[in-house]
T-cell receptor, first 112, second 115 residues
Framework: DGGITQSPKYLFRKEGQNVTLSCEQN?????MYWYRQDPGQGLRLIYY???????QKGDIAEGYSVSREKKESFPLTVTSAQKNPTAFYLC???????????FGPGTRLLVL | AQSVTQLDSQVPVFEEAPVELRCNYS??????LFWYVQYPNQGLQLLLK??????LVKGINGFEAEFNKSQTSFHLRKPSVHISDTAEYFC?????????????FGTGTRLLVSP
């Protein structure tokens, strides 16, 4: 079955720790995205990538980093510089502009 | 920059009643519009989308939406809701025909269907 997988489902971060959220897709999509979801605020774009080895900052990139070494994978690292990381993180992919973005099941990040 | 307004944060409705979830976007020459549904602790699933052509768009689960350019609206409707429609609904917009543009989401409307 084609789709997007995110792991882990729940992730706990300690103070000062970097954590990495995984996102993998087997839809052969060029574009991939990371969103952060907070209650009452909808989805906000963190980073996006149109092709392999290229990515751009979204609206709230501070405290986050990404890489796009393979078409299928777009991991997100939440660094210690992100002071309020508790949120639901959603990864998506699409074939490109105007096309449907398909979402993964999400990762909930909690701070210990 | 594009923006999306979903005026209703929560819409309570009885089962089998009709429902309309409102969405307005900031004006642009050409836009693509989407409605997504999110069930608790899950990702988003596409309900329907408008790219061009007929302004009445039909989607999954009996939902439909109408694109109104003069009112810059894309309201979502269902003539008879079920308990299983209880979820959060997001309207989203991206500019068309101008190269790669990000998808901008509204803040969501929680639909609560009761028996």
């Amino acid at each position: 079955d084609g789709g997007i997988t995110q792991s882990p489902k729940y992730l706990f971060r300690k103070e000062g720790q970097n954590v990495t959220l995984s996102c993998e897709q087997n839809l052969n999509h060029d574009a991939m995205y990371w969103y952060r979801q907070d209650p009452g605020q909808g989805l906000r774009l963190i980073y996006y990538s149109q092709i392999v080895n290229d990515f751009q900052k979204g609206d709230i990139a501070e405290g986050y980093s990404v890489s796009r070494e393979k078409k299928e994978s777009f991991p997100l690292t939440v660094t210690s510089a992100q002071k309020n990381p508790t949120a639901f993180y959603l990864c998506a992919s699409s074939t490109g502009q105007g096309e449907t973005q398909y979402f993964g099941p999400g990762t909930r990040l909690l701070v210990l | 920059a594009q923006s999306v307004t979903q005026l209703d944060s929560q819409v309570p409705v009885f089962e089998e009643a009709p429902v309309e979830l409102r969405c307005n976007y900031s004006s642009s020459v050409s836009v693509y519009l989407f409605w997504y549904v999110q069930y608790p602790n899950q990702g988003l699933q596409l309900l329907l989308k408008y790219l061009s052509g007929s302004t009445l768009v039909k989607g999954i689960n009996g939902f439909e939406a109408e694109f109104n350019k003069s009112q810059t609206s894309f309201h979502l409707r269902k003539p008879s809701v079920h308990i299983s429609d209880t979820a959060e609904y997001f309207c989203a917009v991206t500019e068309g025909n101008t190269g790669f543009q990000k998808l901008v989401f509204g803040t969501g409307t929680r639909l609560l269907v009761s028996p």
